[in-house]
């Protein structure tokens, strides 16, 4: 039986930080009910090592609706994301998202929740790493349409 992964909680301040960090870079962005984030999902399960497969058998869901659950091609019902989440000893809200979103900004909670707390400094380096990644992204997607 593979292990269980759990999810290691943060102080509340923390948390609140890493919230406020998230709701900063998405200023930009009109505000929608957060809905499932496939990317999430699949950020948690390489967070904790499982392939597709042995994360549908931990979970009890068939492998190909769990692969079309980290596709968007399908939504969890309820229960099913009670039981996922539960397996990643995560809230349900961290696997929902901006139903937009569709950048590493989607990550930004994912890759928060596996580190230990950062320094002013540090967020700031990181936000700059990310903001260029995006930038860069955007040019590369301006080049392929040009081409």
């Not at 999902?41 to 190909?64: D, K, M, Q, V």
């Not at 969890?76 to 009670?82: E, I, N, S």
């Not at 930004?108 to 950062?118: D, E, L, Q």
Request: net charge neutral; glycine share 6%; with cysteine.
């Amino acid at each position: 039986m593979p292990s269980t992964p759990h999810h290691d909680h943060r102080s509340s301040a923390h948390s609140q930080k890493a919230n406020n960090s998230n709701s900063e870079l998405s200023n930009d962005q009109p505000s929608a009910d957060p809905v499932f984030s496939p990317g999430r999902l699949r950020g948690y399960r390489h967070t904790y090592g499982f392939s597709r497969e042995r994360f549908a058998a931990a979970a009890g869901i068939n492998p190909a609706t769990y692969t079309a659950y980290e596709k968007g091609e399908s939504t969890p019902d309820a229960a099913t994301l009670a039981t996922i989440t539960e397996l990643l000893g995560v809230p349900v809200s961290a696997l929902l998202g901006p139903p937009y979103a569709c950048t590493s900004r989607e990550f930004w909670h994912v890759i928060c929740a596996g580190m230990s707390p950062m320094t002013e400094q540090e967020i700031h380096t990181v936000a700059s790493v990310m903001h260029r990644v995006d930038r860069q992204r955007a040019r590369a997607s301006g080049q392929a349409d040009a081409a």
